[in-house]
């Protein structure tokens, strides 16, 4: 078996609240756990150590690691052994999340401007209808625009951030 390092109680409870933050969102709770412990963990965890640190099955942890993977919140990385899939937390783990949440923002605003152009104000459609999809649409709008401007603003802050050395660069070595 590995030797893992157990997570602290303090790391522990952490786990514990992404786990349980992804499925008050909906998401998979394993996912959750999964980006707890990547980090908390200053070195690439391998499935084994996962499957060990979390008492969960395998195949679960390996397809929940794939999708974080696909979402940009978790990296495949090089480890010490190399016959062994190792990962960490993507360094831009929580902008990532953060443009994922926005990507849904963008396909409501697109919807609410689909449906726009179909309501004929002649038509059958409740003046209702049509005062909900153009409210939805301002919303998102503005949603987006935020979106932009808090982006620039954290890529300021993110640069100043590792200038002043309060980051690591945060790139692992990437094998894909």
């Not at 952490?14 to 756990?33: D, P, V």
């Not at 963008?106 to 005062?131: H, M, Y």
Request: glycine content about 6%.
């Amino acid at each position: 078996m590995s030797h893992s390092k157990e997570p602290s109680p303090v790391e522990r409870e952490l786990i514990e609240e992404f786990g349980n933050i992804y499925e008050s969102y909906g998401l998979r709770r394993l996912q959750g756990l999964i980006v707890g412990l990547l980090l908390t963990r200053g070195e690439p965890v391998s499935l084994d150590d996962m499957v060990e640190i979390l008492d969960r099955s395998k195949g679960p942890i390996s397809i929940s690691v794939r999708r974080l993977d696909d979402y940009d919140l978790v990296r495949k990385v090089e480890g010490p052994n190399n016959r062994r899939n190792y990962y960490t937390s993507h360094p831009d783990i929580f902008f990532n999340n953060f443009k994922f949440n926005m990507k849904t923002v963008r396909e409501n605003r697109q919807l609410a401007e689909r449906f726009l152009s179909r309501v004929d104000p002649e038509g059958d459609e409740t003046e209702k209808t049509q005062e909900s999809l153009e409210h939805m649409r301002v919303f998102y709008d503005l949603m987006e625009s935020f979106f932009e401007d808090f982006s620039e603003r954290w890529m300021e802050v993110k640069q100043k951030r590792l200038e002043n050395g309060e980051l690591g660069s945060g790139e692992p070595v990437v094998s894909r």
